[in-house]
């Protein structure tokens, strides 16, 4: 969510602090993936914000993605990672929860605190934008006979 590995080891070592403060209050196993998922997302929504006050991008830099095994088209990849780190932060926590952890609408809404509505609508919205933007980028559409379609 970060798109800065940097900052997502900070991150990482913020919410295993606070485990280790919270340990007692852990349940179970599931417990504590939820507890671990919740407190994560809501610490990256909340430095993404700050970020935004303060740091800028320029157009034409990279936005820091983090470089991952390639898969069948790095271009795509690397353009449908640039326009992910565009989308407002609790878009991109959504999106980042639905196609990255895997999770169902109703498990995010659960990690989130966020009305299942909301949940699908983000997803709706933000597919539709990263659609609408691949699409003008690439002058085509996103869908094509040869190429994997973006869900």
Request: aromatic content about 2%.
């Amino acid at each position: 969510m970060l798109w800065d590995r940097h900052e997502a080891e900070d991150l990482a070592q913020e919410v295993f602090l606070r485990l280790h403060r919270s340990v007692r209050e852990v349940q179970s196993d599931a417990h504590l993936l939820a507890w671990l998922r919740q407190v994560t997302t809501r610490l990256a929504i909340d430095r993404l914000r700050r970020q935004s006050r303060h740091a800028t991008v320029p157009l034409e830099g990279d936005p820091g993605v983090a470089q991952e095994p390639a898969g069948d088209d790095p271009l795509l990849e690397r353009r449908l990672r640039a326009l992910i780190a565009q989308l407002p932060a609790p878009a991109r926590a959504v999106v980042v929860l639905r196609y990255q952890e895997d999770l169902d609408p109703l498990e995010i809404a659960e990690t989130l605190a966020m009305p299942l509505n909301t949940v699908k609508s983000h997803l709706r919205r933000s597919l539709e934008s990263l659609r609408d933007r691949l699409e003008s980028a690439a002058g085509s559409p996103a869908a094509s006979p040869d190429g994997p379609a973006i869900p």
